[in-house]
């Protein structure tokens, strides 16, 4: 519980879901600060997965022109791949084993998927 009296400002933390999980507001005013984000999710599968060679990305529907990019858990990028299809494969390659991210997008759709490679 806050005491909204010795705030001089405004916050809101937000989880993955875009649900306001902690509020404390007074008369100050709001500054947003962020990333525009696009508004649709783009829904995927990806098989296998974890994996140890190569995986495919399944898409619901045709994509044209997109970006697949792979990150690890400290945000450095280790592939980016620009494609057009219903489905992806992404090979191993120099990866090592350890948990990822993957980033799909469309222009207008994004989707990030956990990746474990063994």
Do not use: H
Request: no cysteine; charged share 25%.
């Amino acid at each position: 519980i806050y005491d909204v009296s010795q705030i001089g400002a405004v916050a809101f933390i937000q989880d993955d879901f875009n649900k306001i999980v902690e509020q404390a507001a007074n008369s100050a005013p709001l500054i947003s600060t962020g990333i525009n984000k696009p508004s649709a999710k783009l829904n995927l599968a990806v098989y296998p997965n974890p994996f140890s060679r190569a995986t495919k990305v399944f898409f619901p529907s045709e994509i044209k022109n997109g970006e697949l990019k792979i990150f690890d858990t400290t945000g450095r990028q280790w592939s980016k791949i620009i494609f057009s299809g219903k489905q992806i494969e992404i090979k191993r390659r120099n990866l090592p084993a350890g948990i990822y991210f993957l980033e799909a997008q469309d222009g207008e759709k994004i989707f990030t998927k956990k990746l474990i490679i063994q």
